[in-house]
């Protein structure tokens, strides 16, 4: 079974500081991961995704993440946060092979300090 | 167009009504998912349609029933739910087998 890990449940930054989230994964086989947000009231928007080629990938809102398969690791990173920035973050993992089945982490909550 | 529609927004229901939820894609998504999302906790899946084909049912209860009319709709039809029950139910859709999912704003259910 897959299963996802995000270190931190509440993460507090304060505005312009760096932003990083954390996320790990157990996979057997290569998989493709997201990281998502979610606004009070809202559904999942997605912020950027992992499938193949370059690891280190640019997403919406300045974040970027960074495959690290020795690490199994999906790092969430934002050079300076804003106070929008403030929700909930989930990091999921799909496996190309099987589909139809996104495994999701337990998600982190950001908040952003004026 | 990039959008996954669901109505209604937010729907309280008694515990011997029947409502449904429906959503919308106009993407040309061939899966399409219905999740149940609790206050600070990540989705939980509920069903998979594929080609408009059942092809996931996370043993939900049979208090929930999913339908898709066609590759562009889906519904889930309730009846006799219990107040654990209220959720935010997502709806989302994928281009392919593991391709991201897009999801809709949800539809916030408050079972009485």
């Known amino acids: 079974a897959q299963s996802v890990t995000q270190l931190g449940s509440h993460v507090s930054v304060s505005e312009g500081a760096l932003v990083l989230l954390r996320c790990n994964y157990s996979s057997s086989v290569p998989p493709y991961l997201f990281w998502y947000v979610q606004y009070p009231n809202q559904g999942l928007q997605l912020l950027l995704k992992?499938?193949?080629?370059?690891?280190l990938v640019k997403g919406i809102n300045g974040f970027e993440a960074e495959f690290k398969k020795s690490e199994t690791s999906f790092h969430l990173t934002k050079p300076s946060a804003h106070m929008s920035d403030a929700a909930e973050y989930f990091c999921a993992v799909t496996l190309p092979e099987v589909g139809n089945q996104f495994y999701f982490g337990t998600g982190t909550s950001l908040t952003v300090i004026p | 167009d990039t959008e996954v529609t669901q109505t209604p927004k937010h729907l309280v229901m008694g515990m011997t009504n029947k409502k449904s939820l429906k959503c919308e894609q106009h993407m040309g998504h061939r899966a399409m998912y219905w999740y149940k999302q609790k206050a600070k906790k990540p989705p939980e899946l509920m069903f998979v349609y594929s080609y408009e084909k059942l092809s996931i049912n996370e043993s939900v209860p049979s208090r929930f029933s999913p339908e898709c009319p066609n590759s562009s709709l889906l519904n889930l039809h309730l009846h006799a739910l219990q107040p654990e029950d209220s959720a935010l139910y997502l709806c989302?859709?994928?281009?392919?087998?593991?391709?991201?999912?897009?999801f809709g704003e949800g539809s916030r259910l408050t079972v009485l």
């Open positions: 992992y499938t193949t080629g370059a690891t």
């Open positions: 989302a859709s994928s281009r392919g087998l593991a391709g991201e999912l897009f």
